[in-house]
């Protein structure tokens, strides 16, 4: 649950009859709630704009929906936040965006391009590991569970979500990128000295809401095996965000797992 709040006294004596109910911070009538979902207060008071929208408010009816109808959706509810719930705002030093969570059975936990424990490392993280191992000579980890690097600042944010079992980009269009894009521009114009790591097309296009005068911004082509040979592997992007914030006083990420 996002926020609490009693109801005012008013709305108690006027139950059964239409309400008109301003928005405030402190009264939001939120649809996830039956998801049981969590977030770090420091995003809560981030996004408190973005909460009380009429797009989000919509975003929530739909999967409230989806899941009435017996839809199964990933993550589950109390991970759909994961990474704001990992990584609190303050704490954000690095930022890599994925596209969409993993659309397969106990894949998806909330964190982009990371997976469970037990569950084993798809492909292109997979090659993110043989990256950090050519940049970095760290030993491949025998899991893909990258919550250590989120709880240091890695701030591992996808454009959507959530997404419907088996169907890739079904949740795409229903407000996320709305969502998602908010909190990049917040990132950027509230803090200095972050890293943004944008990896293929889709999360470059992301560029336009961060300053590259005040951050360090890194792209290179996605991971996936369609695309790591033309680019990603050998970018060495793992040694120069450690660099960048060594140099700001910032620090660095232990990026083995």
């Given at each position: 649950?996002?926020?609490?709040?009693?109801?005012?006294?008013?709305?108690?004596?006027?139950?059964?009859?239409?309400?008109?109910?301003?928005?405030?911070?402190?009264?939001?009538?939120?649809?996830?709630?039956?998801?049981?979902?969590?977030?770090?207060?420091?995003?809560?008071?981030?996004?408190?704009?973005?909460?009380?929208?009429?797009?989000?408010?919509?975003?929530?009816?739909?999967?409230?929906?989806?899941?009435?109808?017996?839809?199964?959706i990933y993550p589950p509810g109390p991970l759909i936040f994961n990474a704001?719930?990992?990584?609190?705002?303050?704490?954000?030093?690095?930022?890599?965006?994925?596209?969409?969570?993993?659309?397969?059975?106990?894949?998806?936990?909330?964190?982009?391009?990371?997976?469970?424990?037990?569950?084993?490392?798809?492909?292109?993280?997979?090659?993110?590991?043989?990256?950090?191992?050519?940049?970095?000579?760290?030993?491949?980890?025998?899991?893909?569970?990258?919550?250590?690097?989120?709880?240091?600042?890695?701030?591992?944010?996808?454009?959507?979500?959530?997404?419907?079992?088996?169907?890739a980009m079904s949740h795409a269009q229903i407000g996320w990128a709305q969502?998602?894009?908010?909190?990049?521009?917040?990132?950027?114009?509230?803090?200095?000295?972050?890293?943004?790591?944008?990896?293929?097309?889709?999360?470059?296009?992301?560029?336009?809401?961060?300053?590259?005068?005040?951050?360090?911004?890194?792209?290179?082509?996605?991971?996936?095996?369609?695309?790591?040979?033309?680019?990603?592997?050998?970018?060495?992007?793992?040694?120069?965000?450690?660099?960048?914030?060594?140099?700001?006083?910032?620090?660095?990420?232990?990026?083995?797992?």
């Amino acid at each position: 649950m996002l926020y609490s709040a009693e109801l005012p006294d008013q709305l108690k004596k006027n139950i059964g009859q239409p309400v008109k109910v301003e928005p405030d911070a402190k009264l939001v009538f939120f649809s996830l709630q039956s998801m049981s979902v969590q977030i770090d207060s420091s995003w809560k008071a981030v996004l408190k704009k973005e909460f009380k929208a009429d797009y989000f408010q919509q975003l929530a009816n739909h999967l409230r929906t989806e899941k009435e109808l017996k839809k199964t959706i990933y993550p589950p509810g109390p991970l759909i936040f994961n990474a704001y719930n990992s990584t609190p705002c303050e704490q954000v030093k690095v930022v890599i965006i994925g596209q969409d969570p993993y659309h397969g059975p106990e894949q998806a936990h909330g964190l982009s391009f990371s997976v469970p424990d037990g569950v084993p490392p798809p492909p292109s993280l997979q090659n993110i590991f043989k990256e950090l191992e050519s940049d970095l000579g760290l030993r491949r980890p025998n899991h893909g569970n990258l919550t250590h690097w989120a709880n240091q600042g890695v701030f591992l944010l996808n454009a959507s979500l959530t997404v419907r079992a088996g169907e890739a980009m079904s949740h795409a269009q229903i407000g996320w990128a709305q969502f998602t894009d908010a909190t990049i521009h917040a990132l950027a114009s509230k803090r200095s000295h972050l890293v943004f790591l944008l990896w293929g097309k889709f999360a470059q296009e992301k560029a336009k809401y961060i300053d590259a005068q005040k951050h360090l911004v890194l792209k290179a082509a996605h991971p996936s095996p369609l695309s790591a040979h033309n680019g990603f592997l050998g970018c060495r992007h793992f040694s120069q965000t450690n660099a960048y914030l060594v140099a700001n006083r910032i620090q660095p990420i232990d990026w083995s797992l």
